[in-house]
């Protein structure tokens, strides 16, 4: 540290440059840095933000001695093996999702934690986003009642993306899908079934061996819970959406149509009409800002370009318009107080690798046409 705050690393400018200025202005952050093997990039960040970029190498950045932390937005074929040489050089580590791709990787990233006593964390947007923060709130209040069921989805195009995304198992990247269904299950998912369908054309499927473009499984959660997830990559037509659905035994919570719109929470109430059953009453909810838990200075990250200096408290009253949902000041926030107080930070090792380990099992259960696969404890 330097002068008692933090000396941060990003590396990948790609995505990752949307949390470049979220670091830059957090309060406990002395010093953010940037690295990229794209030079055009770093220049722009050098001229746009005024974030230095003095590394020639990811390996230089291991090497010096003055960096607390590293944050990993690089690609996902990369990310078992950054985050355990982040780990064992003695630095903290945060990754984007997944964690990794094999269960090994998994493994060895646990491991080095383990080993090295600094912090990894699992950086899942979607368990920062007003909805889910909506729902939770709804759950732990009682408000929702008893968890019944959980549902997610997530369905985008992948087509034209770098070379590395063709033709991947959908659930190898199905943790938008999976996180928020862990996360409000209270539990962890020990086993699942699943299923592949439909076919791509012969490019996509030879670069992984994964003859499918989308995946549907049904996970079962150690406290008796189950839920279903499905994802898409290629080839199939359907507006994006990271969709969240947590059925209550007195609300239940959907998400809208598309990735934007505004969610539906349907109430069980008793009929007036003498009839059997209760009445279903829908809604649609405007989703409210939650940034109470940030400082200050990171107030405006999650309404993105909507917020305005001069009304601050009425821009911010709404969430909409920030990066995933509001998540990425959230992310940044934990994983910085969980280094400066010394704890685990909440989406640590362990409830990473069971939320990728369940959607890498989900692809092996998919390939073995529905066979039930034990999701390794971590």
Known sequence: MKNGKLKVVLVGLGFGGAFAEIYKCHPEVGEILVYDPDQAK?????????????????????????VDAVHLVTPIPLHGKQSVAVL??????????PMGV?????????????KSGKNYMFMETTLYTYQ????KKMIESGELGRVQFLRGCHY???ENWPHYWDGLPPMHYGTHAIAPMVGLSGSRIARVHAYGSGTMREELVRNYGNPFPVETAIFAFENGLKGEATRSLFETA??????????????????????DSDPIVTSLVPRTDGLRGFDSVM????MPNDYSDLPEPLWRFTVG?????????ETLAVGAGAGHHGSHAHLVNEFVMSIVEERKPWIDEILGANITAAGICAHLSALRDGAEVVVPVF
Request: aromatic share 16%; glycine share 6%.
């Open 88 to 97: 064992e050089a003695g630095k903290h580590c945060a990754c984007t999702v």
């Open 305 to 313: 370009g909507n917020y305005d200096p001069l009304r601050p408290q």
């Open 42 to 66: 770093e220049d722009w960040f050098k001229a746009t933000f005024g974030i230095e970029a003095p590394y020639d190498s990811f390996e230089a950045i291991l090497a010096d001695p003055t």
């Open 238 to 259: 359907r507006m994006y959406q990271e969709g969240m659905f947590v059925y209550g035994s007195k609300k239940t919570f959907e998400w809208g149509f598309t990735d």
């Open 102 to 114: 094999t269960l090994e990787e998994l493994r060895l990233i646990v491991e080095a934690k383990r």
């Open 156 to 158: 985008q195009d992948m």
């Open 283 to 286: 809604e649609t909810v405007k």
């Open 132 to 135: 889910y923060m909506y729902v």
